[in-house]
């Protein structure tokens, strides 16, 4: 099947670690996007990359890095420095239109 | 910077009715917008878009959108809501930025629909 896949569905963090949350896509995009949702907010977005070895900060990318090293993946790491990490997180691709996977959860414990 | 509105946190309708959810939006140059909707612990899916052309766009599960320049509104309708439509819907912008393409949300619309 075609599509952006996200894993784990659910994630704990304890305080202090970093956790990585992983987005595969076998589409063939070029650009790829990581957003935080938080209810009442929308989706904010946390970095994009519109090609491989190249990423850029979006709206809210502090205590948050990503890596790129090949087009089909682009993990997102929470830091510890995240203070607020719980969230639901949406990885998307695309072009004219742009795709969402499932989204994970991260929850701070 | 592109931005939409939805002033409706929530919108509630019976099965059967028309529904409506709302989004306007302010823009510099022509608009990309685009529908999106999400199932409860679901990613988003992808409704509709409009790019150019015709004001009325057609997408997804019955789902259609109208375009108006003059009120900078592009308003979601159906015909005939059901049940299963039942779900939050975001509005959204494109926006080029430093000359990236990002999509720019809304807060959101919770549509019930009632049997």
């Known amino acids: 099947d075609g599509g952006i896949t996200q894993s784990p569905k659910y994630l704990f963090r304890k305080e202090g670690q970093n956790v990585t949350l992983s987005c595969e896509q076998n589409l063939n995009h070029d650009a790829m996007y990581w957003y935080r949702q938080d209810p009442g907010q929308g989706l904010r977005l946390i970095y994009y990359?519109?090609?491989?070895?190249?990423?850029q900060k979006g709206d809210i990318a502090e205590g948050y890095s990503v890596s790129r090293e090949k087009k089909e993946s682009f993990p997102l790491t929470v830091t510890s420095a995240q203070k607020n990490p719980t969230a639901f997180y949406l990885c998307?691709?695309?072009?004219?239109?742009?795709?969402f996977g499932e989204g994970s959860w991260l929850t701070v414990v | 910077a592109q931005s939409v509105a939805q002033p409706e946190d929530q919108v509630n309708v019976a099965e059967g009715n028309p529904l409506t959810v709302k989004c306007t939006y302010s823009?510099?140059?022509?608009?990309?917008l685009f529908w999106y909707v999400q199932y409860p612990n679901r990613g988003l899916q992808f409704l509709l878009k409009y790019i150019t052309g015709d004001n009325l766009v057609k997408g997804s599960y019955g789902f259609e959108a109208e375009f108006n320049k003059s009120q900078t509104s592009f308003h979601l309708k159906k015909p005939s809501a059901l049940v299963s439509d039942s779900a939050l819907y975001f509005c959204a912008v494109r926006d080029w930025g430093t000359g990236f393409q990002k999509l720019v949300f809304g807060t959101g619309t919770r549509l019930l629909v009632s049997p």
């Open positions: 990359s519109q090609i491989v070895n190249d990423f």
């Open positions: 823009v510099s140059g022509n608009p990309y």
């Open positions: 998307a691709s695309g072009g004219n239109t742009i795709y």
